[in-house]
């Protein structure tokens, strides 16, 4: 969607992004607070999450947690909070005539909570509830404990869930007091603004009723290490099996790598005629495989995913050894990067479609290190990639040696000695 993007600098310390979306219909907001798990003692773990359930709750305009509710969502707006390993956000959307409405409702909730001992002790059967749904997702229990093997601050969900007992409403209310300050709050609110509204939210954000803290607290030093051997958690239940490759460089990626590494990522795995899942799918070996990169503020790490029969894990292996290595040596057709770019490009443009796609495309970057990605300059940013940035960056990902192989089912682990045995030689 057309926008341009403003940012807000406050005397208070926030600082936040307004999008300006002329014909935008609707207002998306998402404040952000770096109030993840990081920032918890490590039995007390799910603080971070259960005070994210119970903030948008009861509060000194309104008693109750339904109460609240219902007058946020009475013409349809749309409310929700997220926590994880690094922050909070409190998230929003509703219809253009609201938006004053809705900003003052979330203000409301974000500094005027009551956190109720009956809304904690029903939150703390929602949150249970929440952890054992997850818990029987495979992938995401092999892939939180596979990141707590590397050394991030990471828990699964089945520890979560025995930690919880841990945590009071104490706890809850003094992790709010540590971490709700307007100096560590980071927003993006997208749609119509115009000068008076954008004049409306910075005297808003100006004035929000929190202390002024010690600044934008710091991510934590995380410095993945490498598996000596594979991570194996076995499961009788489980007839597949599910594993995750990962990668590790000792620092950031600069922005024309980030480019080359999603180009590369989009040539091997993302399409069904990709190099290594189309392959692999043309012989029949795997349904779904997936692979992507991320950061932390020390790292940069690229990891390959699927779930396989025992029979076909090796031959897929086989494949993944074969075109990374061809990668490493630069075997990539000119028509082949051209195509990528144009997968690229088409996928840019259908991120943007909505008010709230403008604004994740910005929010995630803008939330983890500050930066405000020119949304104009994608396009440009992805034609600039070329094979030399590609093979540059990939090999790099692999020169420092620091990686592992994650495995779950109940195939055994010499089974799983023998993947990483197969893969070692990427290395």
């Known amino acids: 969607m057309k926008h341009k993007v403003h ?42 999450h259960l005070m994210e359930h119970v903030l948008l709750g009861a509060n000194k305009k309104y008693p109750k947690a339904m109460t609240y509710q219902a007058e946020f969502g009475k013409n349809g707006a749309y409310t929700n909070a997220s926590a994880g390993s ?10 253009d005539f609201e938006w004053d409405r809705i900003t003052g409702l979330l203000q409301t909730a974000i500094t005027q909570p009551l956190f109720l001992q009956e809304e904690f002790t029903a939150e703390f059967g929602n949150v249970r509830e929440e952890l054992t749904a997850r818990s029987n ?21 089945q520890e979560r869930l025995k930690l919880m007992k841990n945590v009071t409403l104490p706890d809850v209310r003094e992790h709010y007091k540590q971490t709700h300050t307007t100096s560590n709050m980071r927003f993006v609110i997208a749609g119509k603004l115009p000068t008076d509204r954008r004049n409306h939210l910075k005297q808003l954000f100006s004035s929000f009723e929190l202390p002024t803290g010690d600044g934008w607290l710091e991510l934590p030093d995380e410095m993945p290490k490498s598996l ?25 990626l600069r922005d024309p790598e980030s480019d080359a590494l999603s180009l590369i990522n989009t040539m091997l795995t993302e399409t069904l005629y990709s190099r290594i899942l189309g392959t692999a799918r043309e012989r029949g070996l795997v349904y779904d495989m997936n692979s992507g990169f991320s950061q932390s503020k020390l790292s940069s790490g690229w990891w390959f995913g699927a779930q396989i029969l025992p029979k076909n894990a090796e031959p897929l292996l086989d494949i993944v050894v074969k075109e990374l290595r061809a990668v490493f040596r630069g075997k990539l057709s000119d028509a082949s990067i051209t195509d990528a770019k144009q997968y690229s490009l088409g996928r840019y443009q259908r991120s943007g479609q909505t008010v709230g796609g403008t604004a994740a495309g ?31 960056v990939v090999n790099a990902v692999f020169a420092e040696k620091i990686w592992g192989l994650g495995v779950l089912g109940k195939v055994g682990e010499p089974f799983a000695a023998k993947l990483q045995d197969q893969l070692k030689v990427l290395w």
């Open 86 to 95: 690094y922050d909070i956000t409190y998230e929003a959307e509703c219809a």
């Open 228 to 252: 000596a051997k594979p991570f194996y958690i076995h499961n009788n239940t489980v007839d597949n099996l599910y594993f995750y490759v990962d990668t590790f460089m000792g620092r950031k």
């Open 137 to 157: 997702n495979h992938f995401r229990h092999l892939g939180l404990a596979t990141r707590k093997a590397y050394g991030f601050a990471c828990k699964t969900d």
């Open 362 to 392: 910005y929010a995630n970057r803008y939330f983890f290190d500050g930066e405000i990605d020119d949304y104009y300059k994608v396009p440009e940013r992805i034609r600039a990639v070329s094979r030399s940035r590609i093979v540059n």
């Open 7 to 48: 940012e807000m600098v406050l005397p208070n310390g926030a600082r936040g992004l307004l999008i300006h979306v002329p014909d935008a219909t609707v207002m998306s907001f998402d404040i952000n607070f770096r109030a993840g798990d990081y920032l918890t003692k490590p039995g007390k773990w799910e603080t971070a």
